[in-house]
Nanobody
Framework: QVQLVESGGGSVQAGGSRRLSCAAS????????MGWFRQAPGNEREGVAA????????YYADSVKGRFTISHDNAKNTVYLQMNSLKPEDAAMYYC??????????????????WGQGTQVTVSS
């Protein structure tokens, strides 16, 4: 059974940094797309970044390009999201997700079968 556990959320001032972690258990080579999504109150869940673990390709939402970096540690089965230059609009619940890459659209929720419980990020101005 696949289980995803996020950690690293918390409060940070605007301009600061935070690193989120997602520890994955039960994943196999089939779960080759790992992503981070976020959802702020009143908003839909949106894709933030993803990594195709089979090839190391990374994908980012325009709103976070140049500020966020997604990475994957195969040995630890952990996915990270390094967030720099945080803005108040980055505040949200952040979710880790895993799925089998269809090659269509990395930010589509339908690409992901498994989801974590989320970790809250608060950004104060």
């Amino acid at each position: 059974q696949v289980q995803l556990v996020e950690s690293g959320g918390g409060s940070v001032q605007a301009g600061g940094s935070r690193r989120l972690s997602c520890a994955a258990s039960g994943v196999t080579y089939r779960h080759n797309l790992m992503g981070w999504f976020r959802q702020a109150p009143g908003n839909e869940r949106e894709g933030v970044a993803a990594i195709y673990t089979a090839g190391g390709y990374t994908y980012y939402a325009d709103s976070v390009k140049g500020r966020f970096t997604i990475s994957h540690d195969n040995a630890k089965n952990t996915v990270y999201l390094q967030m720099n230059s945080l803005k108040p609009e980055d505040a949200a619940m952040y979710y880790c997700a895993a799925g089998q890459w269809s090659g269509v659209w990395w930010a589509s929720r339908s690409e992901y079968k498994y989801w974590g419980q989320g970790t809250q990020v608060t950004v104060s101005s």
